[in-house]
């Protein structure tokens, strides 16, 4: 046969094949000759005579076992066809071959001669001492790198992995962060510049002034009435907008009239907080914040203007948020980088949980958390200190407002529907009002100049009046400003306007603003804003120059006109 290209050829032969038993070792075979077998039966014999009578037992049961065991492996044998009680003619002929061997060996001298040349061949292994370490400048490898040594190519790798692994544990340590450099903020700036300008118009005006004659006969008329706010319109000349792209949602605001100029802060979403001035006169469309900064770690629910009047170069702010803390800032001064206001004091060990309200009088200062309770504590030009804890309920308080002639007394109200007066020098609540709403209350507010007075809003589309002296009965409610009946789902927050004879109040995901009469209940106006307002916020209770509605981050300025 070929295959690829190589021819083969096979040869069968039937004579059959004699499979030779497998190889032992040379020790087995000698075993087996009749030389090795006749010196074992000589020894057995001088072993027999030898024996102890005491042990023939014991060699009896052994001499047993052996002849069992020698029967079994015949047994084995026989059934494989092999004799092995003699050994077979090549091994005794391969034994007498190695024995003449070494006789003539022997006789040569060969044998001596080759142990002596081994011997010398084959040295004493030398002991092997501890060698010092050398000195040298290679850097040794790693214990876990590569075992070749450390050439001049591969030391500056090793170098440079030195300097990383530095460097990662310099970036893994926190750094020290430099101390803040102070500087006078814009809001100081604009308002020593408003204050000059004050300055100089008065005296100005002092200089102009004429005084009338006593004597004159022109009448004064007193019974001239005052004119009465009809409502809120934006101007259509300049719709000022104050914004700021970094606060994406406002959801509280505060305002400090001052002679020539006002400044508003508003807070919310992010824990951010904007400071604004508004002019006397608007004559521009838009005002950006003269500060904006991050104030919490969680949205804000209140911030409040405070001074101390004992120290120079300050403007107070006070801040709560959803994070549990109440922080003072002096937002007369910031940091030279961040551009962050100074902070004075802060504190989270007033609740356990989020703070959704906040309330200042003179130097005393409520807050209503999600914990259930009130916090009633002092506050100073260096620390916010806690006094006293209302555990008020095992739901959330949502709102707090004090009395507008007491800082002892304050209203607080929340998601268990309920309104509580409560003096804080007696422990219990001096007045609880059942179910004064179907849902949870949001807002509540006392009249100005009148602590009898109080008016709540909740999810549900009423805002009420109570009178604290016959509180079984709601004293007034007002209606339209919520467009379904039913459960709304926005927090809204009215508020009194011209010394409380008048009620301003946002709606249900509705872009007007509705003003109300105490006096019948009755809605009076209207306006519209083209945006839904998320709060709303007058300059004043008594005489409103301002209302400032907000949208996400716009704060829009209305303007009130009279009848």
């Not at 079994?72 to 003699?86: C, L």
């Not at 003269?290 to 001074?307: D, E, T």
């Not at 307002?533 to 007058?538: E, H």
Request: charged share 35%.
């Amino acid at each position: 046969d070929e295959i690829h290209g190589h021819s083969f050829c096979f040869f069968w032969r039937p004579t059959p094949v004699c499979i030779p038993h497998r190889m032992e070792s040379p020790v087995k075979s000698a075993r087996r000759s009749p030389r090795f077998q006749s010196e074992e039966k000589k020894r057995s014999s001088d072993n027999d005579e030898n024996k102890d009578p005491e042990n023939d037992k014991r060699s009896s049961k052994n001499d047993k076992k052996r002849t069992n065991e020698e029967k079994s492996k015949k047994e084995v044998k026989k059934m494989k066809g092999s004799d092995d009680d003699e050994a077979p003619s090549y091994e005794l002929e391969r034994e007498e071959n190695i024995r003449r061997n070494k006789e003539m060996m022997e006789r040569l001298g060969l044998l001596t001669a080759h142990s002596a040349f081994k011997a010398e061949v084959t040295p004493e292994k030398p002991k092997r001492t501890k060698s010092k370490p050398r000195p040298s400048d290679e850097i040794k490898p790693h214990k876990y790198g590569l075992r070749s040594k450390v050439t001049s190519e591969t030391k500056l790798f090793v170098l440079h992995d030195h300097n990383v692994k530095d460097k990662r544990k310099r970036d893994s340590e926190p750094e020290e962060e430099p101390e803040p450099v102070w500087n006078d903020s814009k809001v100081f700036q604009y308002a020593c510049e408003m204050e000059d300008e004050g300055r100089e118009g008065k005296e100005e005006k002092e200089e102009e002034e004429v005084i009338l004659d006593n004597d004159s006969n022109e009448e004064i008329l007193d019974d001239v009435e005052p004119p009465r706010l009809k409502g809120f319109k934006i101007d259509k000349k300049h719709s000022t907008i104050l914004s700021d792209s970094a606060l994406k949602k406002i959801y509280a605001m505060d305002f400090q009239r001052r002679s020539k100029s006002t400044l508003m802060a508003s807070g919310g979403h992010g824990g951010r907080i904007s400071v604004y001035a508004i002019p006397s006169t608007i004559d521009e469309d838009q005002y950006d914040p003269l500060l904006s900064f991050k104030a919490h770690g969680g949205w804000i629910s209140s911030v409040k203007f405070i001074n101390f009047p004992a120290k120079k170069n300050f403007q107070g702010l006070l801040t709560s948020s959803n994070d549990g803390f109440v922080r003072l800032w002096n937002i007369a001064r910031e940091d030279e980088i961040s551009h962050k206001a100074e902070e004075i004091a802060s504190t989270s060990s007033l609740h356990d949980g989020g703070i959704f309200s906040l309330d200042h009088s003179q130097e005393r200062i409520i807050t209503a958390s999600k914990d259930g309770s009130v916090s009633y504590s002092s506050l100073s030009d260096a620390s916010i200190d806690l006094v006293k804890t209302f555990n008020i309920s095992d739901s959330v308080v949502k709102c707090c407002k004090f009395s507008s002639n007491s800082h002892r007394i304050f209203a607080t109200a929340g998601n268990d529907m309920c309104i509580r007066v409560i003096d804080t020098r007696i422990k219990k609540p001096t007045l609880v009002i059942e179910h004064a709403h179907p849902h949870a209350i949001n807002s509540i507010s006392w009249k100005p100049n009148n602590d009898n007075i109080i008016m709540s809003a909740g999810f549900d589309p009423e805002i009420h009046l109570y009178d604290i002296r016959k509180s079984t009965k709601i004293l007034r409610n007002f209606k339209g400003h919520n467009t379904k009946s039913s459960r709304s789902k926005n927090i809204y927050h009215p508020h009194f306007v011209e010394n409380g004879s008048k009620i301003v109040s946002s709606g249900d995901r509705s872009s007007f603003v509705f003003l109300y009469d105490v006096e019948d209940g009755s809605m009076t106006s209207r306006g519209e804003i083209n945006a839904v307002p998320t709060s709303i916020l007058p300059d004043s209770e008594e005489n409103t120059k301002y209302l400032a509605v907000a949208s996400k981050s716009d704060i829009h300025l209305m303007l009130p006109y009279y009848s």
